[in-house]
C-alpha cells in the first residue's frame, strides 16, 4: 500500500453493483442512484435514508481524501446492511455481495481504501466461513454490532467467532446499531444519535472488558466507534459495581480496557484529552463516519492539530501517529 500519513478508519461504503441486492430479499437493503450527487438507501420500497455520491463513487471519495489530507481510509459496510446481513431471514448471501462490494472498491482505489467486512451472524459457522473469505479477498477484518439482535458481545455463542477472528488476525470494528434507537428512553433526536449511540457503544465496551471476551481471546484487536461511546467517561463507575461482585482485579479491568481501540469522533476537542488518559495515545485512530457529516474528513484532521495545540493532545499525537496506531489495528504495521 502507498505510504500511510493519515489513515481514517471509520468510514463507510455502498456500490452500485449492489442494484440488484433485491435478490437477496425485498427488504435487503439497497443503492438506488438518482443522478451523479444523490442517490437513495431503500429498504424494501421505502427510503431508509438519502445519501451523497461519495458513499458509492471511488473517484469522487479519493478526491475529498486528497482535500482533507488523508491518505488512506478504511471503508466498512453501511450499519443497516450490515444489521440486515445477520438478521435470522436474511439470505447468508447477502453479506457475500457487501463484501465482494467492498473489496472491488478497494481494487479501484490504487491500495488507498481498505476494507472491512460485514457477517450473517445469525449462523455463527456460516459466519466463520464467510470471515475466511473476506480474508481471502483482502479484506483486513469486519464490523459487528454493539449487539447483534438480543445477545450482547459477550454472548457464549459468539465464542467461536472471537476465536476464529483472533487466530486469522481479523480486526474487528464495532459500530452503533439501529441509529441508537431504543437504549435509552426517551424516543426520537437529540436522545437516539446524542445519547443511544453513546449507551449502546460502552455496553458493548464493558461487555468485551467485564464479560471476558479480551481476558479469553488475548491477540483479538477491537476498535469501537465514536470514541467508544459514554465507555471513557463511564468506567471507573463500571470498575467499582463489577468490584462488588468479586472476581478479577481492578488491575486487570485496566490493562483489558488498554487494549481497545477509539476513534476520534467525538465532536469536542477536549474529550479526546480523557480518551488518551483511558486508552493510552498508541489506541486513539482518526475517524469521520463519512460520508454521513458534511465534510467531517477535513474538520476531523483539523481536530487533531487544534487539540495538539491546546493541549487536549499530546504534540507527539498528528495524523502520523494515528495512522501508525490504525496500521497495527489492521494488522499492517509490518506492510508499512
Known sequence: MPAATAIDVHAHYLGTDLLASAGHGADAPRLVVDD????????????FRVVTASLWDVGLRLRDMDEAGVSNQVISPVPVTMEHAWHPDADPAYAGSLNDSVAAACGRSEGRLIGLGCLPLADVDASIHELGRCVELGLRGIEVGTRIGSRDLDDP???PLWAACERTGAAVFVHPILGG???VRRAGQPFDLGLGML???????SSLVFGGVLEKYPRLRVALAHGCGAFAWAYPRLKVAAGLGGGATPELWDALTRRLYADTLVFDDEHLRLLVHRFGVERLLLGSDTPFFADQMRLSMRSIDDARKSGALPVE????????NALEFLGLADER
Open 36 to 47: 451523479e450527487r444523490r442517490g437513495r438507501i431503500l429498504c424494501g420500497e421505502s427510503t
Open 157 to 159: 455463542v459468539l465464542d
Open 181 to 183: 434507537q431504543g437504549v
Open 199 to 205: 449507551a449502546d457503544t460502552a455496553i458493548a465496551a
Open 317 to 324: 499525537a498528528g495524523a502520523d501517529l494515528l495512522a501508525r
